[in-house]
């Protein structure tokens, strides 16, 4: 079964908004053997949107809408599914009271009209119940497809996708699974990896197919099974995955989308009851924030010194003004000690350092711009690596962030 996804909005068009329910709904119908098959933005335009509709008409099983519902004039989706079905607009009872209710438990100001309407929904439209706001999400069929509209906020969405959409579809159509199995490398890239799996990927049955995702300092590679026995994929997939290990086994950190190398590390450190600071200079805080955006790292991640400027390395981080004057800031010798450092001030296990030129300036060094000193202090000693991670400056700093959990993971996984 196919799918494509619509977002109505001129603030997408101009950029003003990143659409992310497009992603959200198409993770959401993958699950359930629901294939995306294209998707599109379109203007808050009452012709651009019909002939949308009348494109997609009978070339896809389903058309989600998201944006275009609620309160505000400008909001049109309902008028013109109403154009599209020949239908007319009627007040839905369990919709309304369902508004009046979020009335009086989140407002203290009377019903609007404007609220009142949003009570409205085409005829021929199955309601699909909001419970995270006053707009109702819609589910119409014509021919071959079923168009259904959501609101474009975010968490309305999600919660109609989840208790609406999805158990609908399962329930009222029989669909072929899909499974997919991601593996998560760090510290290869993508074509030295495609030359190393060859031979294991030309050996891949024709219903297990192969993506290569890669960013900077990882690459996942993402298997995806399509068939009607559920049995059969698993096994195939669990077989093809044991096979693959045994060539990459040691680059590999971990598996499925969740299974990010922060996430690795945040097990590897509570399982070890050991802890971790970092000081970071070119990175700006954002080791820090991508540790702590794991729930529970508060049990293993003590803190962060951002010591983007000097003083702040010699002041609150005790690096020698010898070793700056003598190395520069970046240098080796500068990150050693503002991992060791910051170590002793926070008390942990492990401290890691970060200095260099992001750029695209060096400001007062001698290193060009993408240089990095990345630096690991341990209860066992201090150890440290120069990187040339090149140009932009985004991409040198994902690489430093990227390396610095990596040269962490491995030296936790000599000590275990």
């Excluded at 959200?24 to 949107?49: F, N, P, T, W």
């Excluded at 990882?218 to 059969?232: P, Y």
């Excluded at 190398?261 to 399982?271: A, D, S």
């Excluded at 008390?347 to 970060?354: A, D, N, P, Q, W």
């Amino acid at each position: 079964m196919k799918a494509t996804i619509v977002t109505i909005g001129d603030e997408i068009l101009i950029g003003q908004v990143t659409d992310t329910n497009s992603g959200y709904i198409a993770k959401a119908l993958e699950k359930i053997g629901v294939s995306v098959h294209e998707m599109i933005s379109v203007s808050d335009d009452r012709q651009h949107i019909l002939d949308t509709f009348s494109k997609l008409q009978d070339t896809v099983d389903f058309v989600i809408i998201t944006g275009g519902l609620g309160p505000t004039k400008d909001d049109i989706t309902k008028k013109t599914f109403c154009d599209y079905f020949d239908d007319t607009l009627i007040s839905d009872p369990k919709v309304l009271d369902h508004i009046v209710e979020l009335f009086k438990k989140f407002s203290d100001r009377p019903l609007q009209q404007v609220n009142i309407d949003q009570a409205l929904v085409p005829s021929k439209a199955t309601v699909l119940f909001n419970r995270f706001g006053s707009a109702p999400g819609m589910w119409v069929k014509k021919n071959n497809t079923v168009f259904m509209s959501l609101p474009g906020v975010p968490f309305e969405m999600k919660g109609i996708v989840d208790y609406e959409i999805i158990p609908k579809i399962v329930a009222e159509y029989k669909r072929p699974y899909i499974i997919h199995k991601t593996i998560l490398t760090y510290g290869m890239g993508e074509s030295l990896l495609a030359e190393k799996i060859e031979d294991w990927e030309n050996n891949l049955p024709d219903f297990i197919k192969l993506a290569y995702l890669p960013s900077p300092g990882k690459v996942r590679l993402r298997l995806s099974a399509r068939g009607e026995d559920q049995s059969v994929l698993e096994k195939a997939i669990e077989e093809n995955v044991e096979s693959l290990t045994q060539i990459i086994g040691d680059i590999i950190v971990g598996f499925d989308d969740a299974e990010t190398l922060e996430v690795v590390l945040g097990r590897l450190l509570t399982h070890q009851n050991k802890t971790l600071a970092t000081a970071e200079s070119c990175t700006g805080g954002k080791i820090a924030q991508i540790i702590t955006s794991i729930p529970g790292s508060s049990k293993y991640f003590k803190g962060s010194v951002v010591a983007y400027a000097k003083e702040v390395k010699i002041d609150v981080l005790g690096v020698a003004p010898e070793t700056i004057q003598k190395h520069t800031v970046v240098s080796a010798e500068v990150a050693q000690e503002m991992a060791a450092n910051v170590r002793k001030l926070l008390k942990t296990h492990y401290g890691i350092g970060v200095t260099g030129n992001a750029g695209p300036t060096t400001d007062d060094t001698d290193k060009s711009a993408g240089i990095v000193y990345i630096a690991l202090a341990t209860p066992n000693g201090v150890i440290s690596e120069r990187f040339d991670f090149g140009q932009p400056r985004e991409k040198v700093i994902d690489r430093a962030v990227n390396k610095s959990l990596e040269m962490l993971q491995k030296e936790i996984l000599k000590r275990q």
